[in-house]
């Protein structure tokens, strides 16, 4: 059965490249460095970390998060529940609360606003990023309001539409990623 998982989730990725839903996020390698882990984003995270449509300080931090993601490199995972509030702070991802599967956050601190990008992994070391949103202490992002559920029902609705169980989504959280510390 996870074998008949593995094939449908990658045909359900395959297409939804093929139809422009999802683009595999690729980076520059290095010598000695190889893709670890896959990343996939909706055209509009793309273009948001593909242009200069942020800060580009913020962009830089961004596509270096999402480089470190690819290769491998380590990853502090805050989940949902955690008892160590300081944690969420110093996390690169963030479980959100609410009912399985795991819906992840990544986060980026201001220079001006805090960029909120969501996602969920589709297998062991395979992030879909889906949406994203900007969330400001001191006035107004200049976007639409950021509603933590209405990312979740969009982020369930695409995995609906391309036929992937959200069942088949890796739970608990742990089960999402390798060379991860977990708080």
């Not at 959100?96 to 297998?123: A, D």
């Amino acid at each position: 059965m996870v074998d008949a998982q593995l094939a449908a989730t990658q045909a359900a990725i395959e297409a939804a490249i093929k139809s422009g839903a999802l683009i595999h996020h690729r980076v520059a390698l290095e010598e000695g460095e190889w893709e670890q882990r896959s990343l996939w984003l909706r055209p509009e995270v793309n273009d948001l970390v593909s242009t200069k449509k942020l800060d580009p300080d913020q962009r830089e931090r961004v596509k270096a998060a999402l480089r470190r993601f690819v290769i491998g490199g380590p990853f502090t995972v805050v989940k949902a529940g955690s008892p160590h509030g300081e944690a969420s702070n110093l996390g690169d991802i963030k479980e959100l609360q609410g009912p399985p599967p795991p819906f992840v956050e990544l986060r980026f601190k201001p220079p001006k606003h805090q960029l909120r990008i969501f996602g969920r992994f589709i297998r062991k070391d395979g992030l879909i990023l889906m949406s994203f949103g900007m969330k400001s202490r001191a006035g107004t992002t200049g976007m639409k309001p950021l509603l933590i559920p209405n990312e979740r029902r969009r982020c369930d609705s695409f995995f609906s539409a391309r036929s992937v169980k959200l069942e088949w989504v890796p739970n608990p959280i742990e089960n999402s990623l390798s060379n991860a510390t977990f708080v």
